[in-house]
C-alpha cells in the first residue's frame, strides 16, 4: 500500500532549543503551537517565526510540573509545583485556577523518567480532569461544580472537587523503579455508556507486558439518587502480555522511552511503541483494552537496514512519538532520527512519497521529515 503526502507548506523553526510537541489549539480560530512542560509558544507557518509569550501564561509555566491539551484544542490543563491547577481557554484567553491535591504536589526536576512526575488530561468541555500523583501512588478525578459555568467571566477560580479512585489489591501498578512506564488517557462518547474516559499505563513485569486500564464512566443525573452517591463509576483491569508472544528475541528494557502510548480518538485502541535494543524486534501493540484484544506488527526495523549499531545509534531510531489521524484509520510515528512513518489501524507501516513543495522524497516507509544532524 502506498500513500501520496501533499507538502503545503514548510517552516524552519527559529529557536535553538528542541520542542516535544506540536498541537492544534483553538475552535474559532485555529493555531499551531509548540509545547513542553514550562514552554508554550505559537508557530506561524510557513515564515517559521514564533510568538515567545502567551501573557497569561508565562507567569505559571517556570512553576509547571505537567501540560496538556484537550482532545479538541479548546483547552490547556497545567499542574504546579504546589498541587494546584489551571485551565487555559484558548479561544477566549481566559485562565482559570483549580484547587489542587496534596499528592500532585512536585517539587522535583521536571526533565526525569515520566512515572517519577504528575500527569493530568482534560476533558473537551473542561468540567473533567484525570490526573496521576508521581509515581502512579495515586489517580484522580476533579470535577467543576454542576452549577459552575467554567469559563464565567465573574471569577477566576473554577469551584470543583477532587476525588481519589481505590485501586483494589488485584490490580497491578507500575512504581517508581518502572522508568520505561508509559501512561495515556482519552476522554469520549460511546453511545452505550455516555461520557467515559480510559486511561492505560504500561509497563514491564517480568518478561510481561502489563497493561493496566481504569475506566471512568459518568452518570447521568437520572442515575444518581443521593448527594452523597459519587456521580461516575469506576472500573480496574490489569493484562498480563508475554514478550515471546510478541517478539520471540524481545527482552524487558528499564529505559525511559522504552514504551510509548497512545489511545485512538474513539477510545477502541491503545498503540504501544515497544521499543528495543534489536531494531528487528521493535513492534507495534494494538491493544483493545476492554476487550483483552490484542494484535501486533512489525516496525520495519525503523527505517533501518537492519545491521549491527552501537546502543545510542539503536536508541536514536526508538519510536518517540505517537498521533492517530482524526479518523482513527492511520497511526503516525516519529522516531529520535526524525523519520516519520504511517502505520494503518491494526497494521504495519505503509510506504509514503511526498510532493508538492518539498524535494520530492520516497516511496519509503520512513521519511525523513526531521532529520536528526550529529556534530562530533
Keep these: 500500500m502506498k500513500v501520496e503526502l501533499q507538502v ?15 498541537a492544534f489549539l483553538g475552535q474559532a480560530q485555529e493555531s499551531l503551537f509548540l509545547l513542553d512542560k514550562q ?59 483549580l484547587q489542587g491535591f496534596e499528592s500532585l504536589a512536585y517539587k ?12 493530568a488530561w482534560v476533558s473537551d468541555s473542561g468540567r473533567h480532569i484525570v490526573a496521576s500523583a508521581p509515581g502512579f501512588v495515586d489517580t484522580l478525578v476533579w470535577e467543576a461544580g454542576a452549577s459552575q459555568p467554567v469559563l464565567s467571566p465573574n471569577s477566576n477560580q473554577v469551584q470543583g472537587s477532587w476525588s481519589v479512585i481505590e485501586v483494589p489489591a488485584h490490580v497491578l501498578l507500575p512504581g517508581k523503579a518502572n522508568f520505561e512506564a508509559s501512561s495515556n488517557a482519552c476522554f469520549c462518547v460511546k453511545e452505550c455508556i455516555g461520557e467515559c474516559c480510559l486511561y492505560s499505563c504500561v509497563f514491564y ?8 486500564t481504569l475506566l471512568i464512566q459518568w452518570l447521568d443525573a437520572q442515575q444518581i439518587y443521593s448527594y452523597r452517591q459519587s456521580t461516575y463509576q469506576a472500573e480496574w483491569k490489569s493484562k498480563l502480555h508475554p514478550l515471546t508472544q510478541i517478539d520471540p528475541e524481545a527482552t524487558p528494557l528499564d529505559d525511559p522511552g522504552a514504551l510509548v502510548t497512545k489511545f485512538s480518538n474513539d477510545g477502541q485502541l491503545l498503540a504501544i511503541a515497544v521499543n528495543q535494543n534489536k531494531l528487528a524486534s521493535c513492534k507495534m501493540m494494538y491493544v483493545a483494552p476492554c476487550h483483552d484484544v490484542v494484535v501486533c506488527a512489525d516496525l520495519k526495523c525503523m527505517g533501518t537496514r537492519g545491521g549491527q549499531m552501537d546502543a545510542w545509534s539503536v536508541r536514536s531510531y526508538w519510536v518517540t ?19 516519520v512513518g504511517m502505520l494503518t489501524r491494526l497494521g504495519e507501516p505503509v510506504l509514503l512519497a511526498t510532493q508538492g513543495l518539498s524535494p520530492e522524497i520516497g516511496p519509503r516507509f520512513y521519511l525523513p521529515l526531521h532529520p536528526l544532524s550529529n556534530v562530533q
Design 8 to 22: 503545503l507548506a514548510t517552516a524552519s523553526i527559529k529557536r535553538k532549543k528542541p520542542w516535544p510537541a506540536l
Design 108 to 119: 522535583g526536576e521536571i526533565h526525569v523518567p515520566a512515572c517519577q512526575t504528575p500527569h
Design 205 to 212: 513485569r517480568g518478561n510481561e507486558i502489563c497493561v493496566t
Design 321 to 339: 512519538s505517537l498521533q492517530w489521524t482524526h479518523d482513527d484509520l492511520y497511526l503516525v510515528c516519529i522516531n529520535g532520527q526524525g523519520l
Design 39 to 97: 514552554r508554550v509558544s505559537v508557530l506561524y507557518v510557513p515564515s517559521g517565526k514564533t510568538k515567545r509569550r502567551i501573557s497569561s501564561l508565562e507567569p505559571l509555566l517556570h512553576n509547571t510540573t505537567a501540560l496538556q491539551y484537550s482532545h479538541e484544542g479548546s483547552f490547556l490543563v497545567g499542574l504546579l509545583t504546589s498541587g494546584d491547577a489551571y485551565l487555559w481557554h484558548k479561544d477566549s484567553n481566559r485562565l482559570k485556577f
